[in-house]
C-alpha cells in the first residue's frame, strides 16, 4: 500500500480529528506542472525561470511550497497545543489544580489515559515529518530540483518542522520519568534513552522508525557543560537558563521575557528568540535524576550565582532610585 493510502487510513481512523496535510492535492500539483513542457511567464511578472532538467514553473513553487508551509504550520501549531495540555494534566494530578482539570477532562483520569494520548501524539508527529519529507523527495525527484531540500531546511528556521518542537523534546523527557518511576507499565517507543557519550556528554534519544531517529543534544553551547535548568529560545536551541540569560543581557530578576527583541542566538543569530522561550521541567526532571550529583554539585554553584546577580540588580536599582 502507497504511503498516501496509509497516511489517510491512519488519519481517519483517529480518535479526535485533526490537522492533516493534503498529500493528494500536493501531488496532482507536481503532476500537473509536469505534463505541461513549458510554463509561460505570468503578465506583470519579472520572475526569471531557471530551466534544471524539466522546466521549473515558478507557478508551481510559488504555490506548492506556501500551501505546505501553511498546512505544516497548523500541523505543529496543533501538536503544541495538545502537548501542553497533555503536560499541564500530568503535573496538575500531582498537586491541588487536579480537581478543577481533572473535572474539565474526564475522560483522561488516569496515567493511562495520558499515556495513551501522549503515544498518539507522538504517532501523530511521526506520521506528519515522514509525509513531509516524502511529498518533498518526490518534489525533487520529478522536478529535478533541490527546492524539497531546501525547503526542508528552511522548515526548521519557520519552526514547522515538527521532530524539533521542544514539545516533543518534553513528551520524550515525560515518557522516561514515567518510565522510571514504574508508573505505567505499557511500552511506549521501541528505542526511547537518555545516554551520555564522551567525556559524559547527555544525548535524549529516540528511534521513531527504521530510518527515522531523533538525537538532541543535551549540552549548552555557551558553557560547554549539561544544560541546567534547560530552556528551549523560539529557534529550538537548548541552553541553560543562567546562560541565556547572560547572552541575552538581563538579569535573573527581570527574565528572559524582557530581552530585547533584538537579541539573537548565540547558535544561529536568529533575533527575537528569548521573550518566547520554553521551560524543559520534564528534560530538567530527568537531568536530576540521571546524574544526581552533578545536579546538586551545579544547584549549590548556581544558587551562589543567582544570589550575587539578584543582589547587584537590587544595588543598581537602589542607586537609581536615590540618584547615588
Not at 518542537?165 to 515525560?174: G, V
Not at 540569560?245 to 538579569?251: D, K, L, R
Not at 554553584?301 to 547615588?324: G, N, P, Y
Request: glycine content about 4%.
Amino acid at each position: 500500500m502507497k504511503f498516501a493510502k496509509e497516511y489517510k487510513r491512519y488519519m481517519q481512523g483517529m480518535k479526535e480529528e485533526l490537522p492533516t496535510l493534503g498529500l493528494k492535492r500536493l501531488k496532482q500539483m507536481i503532476k500537473k506542472c509536469n505534463t505541461i513542457p513549458y510554463c509561460p511567464q505570468l503578465p506583470g511578472d519579472d520572475t526569471t525561470m531557471v530551466v534544471t532538467g524539466h522546466s521549473q514553473c515558478t507557478v508551481r513553487d510559488e504555490s506548492f511550497f506556501p500551501s505546505l508551509a501553511n498546512e505544516l504550520s497548523t500541523i505543529v501549531c496543533c501538536f503544541n497545543e495538545r502537548v501542553e495540555k497533555l503536560l499541564k494534566l500530568h503535573v496538575a494530578s500531582t498537586g491541588l489544580r487536579k480537581y478543577f482539570m481533572w473535572f474539565t477532562n474526564r475522560s483522561q483520569r488516569t496515567d493511562e489515559a495520558l499515556v495513551r494520548q501522549g503515544k498518539d501524539l507522538v504517532t501523530y508527529a511521526i506520521v506528519n515529518a515522514v509525509a513531509m519529507r516524502k511529498i518533498t523527495k518526490k518534489y525533487d525527484k520529478k522536478c529535478c530540483s533541490k527546492q524539497g531540500q531546501s525547503f526542508r531546511t528552511e522548515a526548521r528556521r519557520l519552526h514547522i518542522e515538527i521532530l524539533e518542537s521542544p514539545w516533543l523534546h518534553e513528551l520524550m523527557a515525560l515518557y522516561i520519568n514515567l518510565r522510571w518511576n514504574n508508573t505505567v507499565s505499557m511500552e511506549l517507543l521501541v528505542d526511547l534513552s537518555l545516554t551520555f557519550g564522551d567525556e559524559d556528554k547527555p544525548t535524549l534519544s529516540c528511534s521513531l522508525l527504521d530510518s527515522l531517529r531523533v538525537d538532541i543534544d543535551l549540552t549548552c553551547s555557551i558553557c560547554l557543560d549539561t544544560v541546567f535548568d534547560a530552556v528551549s529560545l523560539s529557534c529550538g536551541h537548548i541552553f541553560c537558563y543562567l546562560c541565556c540569560s547572560a547572552a541575552a543581557s538581563v538579569t535573573v530578576v527581570d527574565g528572559l521575557e524582557s530581552a530585547d527583541p533584538g537579541s539573537k542566538c548565540p547558535i544561529c543569530r536568529r533575533a527575537g528568540v528569548f521573550p518566547n522561550a520554553l521551560r524543559l521541567n520534564q528534560l530538567n526532571i530527568l537531568l536530576r535524576n540521571s546524574c544526581p550529583e552533578y545536579w546538586e554539585k551545579r544547584m549549590q554553584t548556581e544558587r551562589v550565582e543567582r544570589v550575587r546577580l539578584a543582589k547587584e540588580h537590587w544595588e543598581r536599582q537602589c542607586r537609581a532610585f536615590t540618584s547615588i
